[in-house]
């Protein structure tokens, strides 16, 4: 059920002067969902209680020199136009450098001005997508576990999430458990898919897990997309953060998925400058023309000196693409370095880690620390939870629970789990891990 070419902008922008907020679309448990998002709430207990906090998914470390310098050139030295309003659907500038650069990403010839759009960060990049592809009574495919605000926006725009999950396949020979072992059932995907199917929302590489989809998986999800004429929304922010010498693949490059899948990207992500909140949307023109009927009705318009700065820093890796001293290759090395000390961190105090092969986050298990926090009978709240809200006002260690990213329907079958982010300075890296090793010398000497 896939938008056609006479398909009309979503109806909410036509009736836009009666429809009420979207909150009271909801129900009470969904308007719940939306509120009190274990993310939010987690933000606001390693505000009040965290010595240090590897729960919330940005850099503590400054974004590149080059790029800091863009700005400063663009604030001082640049036109007095980059203080006012610019083209509204992405700084010239920004959108032809984007579209450069995937052409080569992409092996296919872009239009800048129709093929790529500039959002409020890659958050705003999907609301565009649900809101305008999605309509009342189409199903939307999440594969969990996911970034949590897929569920809510799919619920705003009137659709309706079918889940379906990574299911882990721990390795027989002892080894540390990867993300590449947390795989999805074929039958149980395909048996997703029906004449209500709007879209499927991929991930790669996955936040949470860290999980790198391989070709073949990403080929089982196109065979699927096309056979059914399904859309797929890309989420792909961290589409340079891979490590390993695994390999990013975009979905969008495979036989008969460019005219169906919308790209999305984010500059924060790409640069380590979460709060510039510069995003993208890199597609077909006959998605992104609804794409755009929502940005012009909500936003409008996004901040011309970021974008101005951030094509700057695209223009540099433009020129260094696939060379030793592009920020695009030295990143991942260094993220993964850091990966690799807190995988030892968590692994030498029991914690065990589960490799990531992207992002910069990191899930591991907690099953051996149980003992430390106390039960609460008749709980409805999963166990993960309760764990992390008990460490971070007790250690002063923050993470966020794995349960935080699945469904009411399957986050009780994955609560042995908190997840932590990597992406941080040493110093940072070290304090947990000093937490890590006071509190198992305290549980040996218990």
């Not at 933000?43 to 080059?66: C, H, I, M, R, W």
């Not at 009342?136 to 725009?157: L, S």
């Not at 990143?331 to 692994?347: A, F, I, N, T």
Request: aromatic share 10%; charged share 20%; with cysteine.
């Amino acid at each position: 059920m896939a938008l056609q070419e006479g398909h009309q902008p979503h109806s909410f922008l036509r009736d836009a002067v009666s429809r009420p907020c979207a909150s009271t679309l909801l129900t009470p448990s969904e308007s719940a969902f939306v509120s009190l998002l274990s993310r939010v709430e987690f933000v606001k207990l390693a505000t009040t209680y965290s010595k240090v906090n590897l729960g919330q998914g940005f850099p503590d470390f400054p974004a590149p020199e080059f790029l800091r310098e863009a700005l400063l050139r663009a604030l001082s030295g640049g036109s007095p136009m980059l203080h006012q309003y610019t083209r509204a659907f992405g700084h010239p500038p920004l959108v032809k450098v984007l579209a450069q650069f995937f052409e080569k990403l992409l092996g296919r010839e872009l239009d800048p001005m129709t093929n790529v759009m500039v959002t409020v960060g890659a958050y705003q990049a999907l609301f565009c997508c649900f809101q305008a592809l999605v309509d009342e009574g189409d199903e939307v495919i999440i594969i969990e576990p996911f970034f949590d605000c897929y569920e809510p926006m799919v619920k705003m725009a009137g659709g309706t999430p079918v889940f379906v999950p990574l299911r882990p396949n721990p390795p027989k020979d002892g080894k540390l458990m990867s993300s590449a072992d947390w795989q999805l059932d074929p039958a149980e995907l395909a048996s997703k898919f029906n004449e209500r199917t709007k879209a499927i929302v991929l991930n790669s590489p996955n936040n949470p897990l860290g999980k790198v989809f391989s070709r073949g998986e990403l080929g089982l999800i196109a065979e699927l997309c096309v056979k059914h004429d399904v859309l797929c929304i890309s989420d792909e922010v961290y589409e340079w953060l891979v490590y390993d010498g695994k390999q990013h693949i975009r979905i969008a490059s495979l036989q008969g998925m460019w005219e169906r899948t919308v790209i999305i990207g984010s500059a924060g992500k790409t640069f380590s400058a979460t709060g510039w909140k510069v995003g993208w949307v890199v597609g077909p023109d006959r998605l992104l023309q609804h794409l755009r009927t929502v940005h012009q009705n909500s936003v409008y318009h996004c901040a011309t000196i970021a974008q101005e700065a951030v094509a700057q820093g695209f223009q540099r890796e433009l020129t260094l693409y696939g060379k030793p001293e592009s920020y695009f290759v030295q990143l991942p090395k260094e993220l993964q370095q850091k990966r690799d000390w807190l995988v030892q961190s968590l692994d030498g105090v029991g914690m065990k880690p589960i490799i990531p092969e992207g992002t910069y986050f990191l899930v591991a298990d907690i099953s051996p620390f149980k003992s430390d926090v106390p039960d609460v009978p008749n709980s409805d709240e999963p166990y993960d939870s309760r764990f992390a809200k008990w460490m971070v006002k007790n250690k002063g260690l923050a993470a966020i629970p794995l349960s935080a990213f699945y469904s009411e329907a399957h986050k009780n079958n994955y609560t042995n789990f908190i997840r932590f982010c990597f992406a941080k300075e040493e110093a940072t890296l070290k304090a947990a891990s000093d937490i890590l090793q006071k509190w198992k010398q305290e549980k040996t000497s218990s």
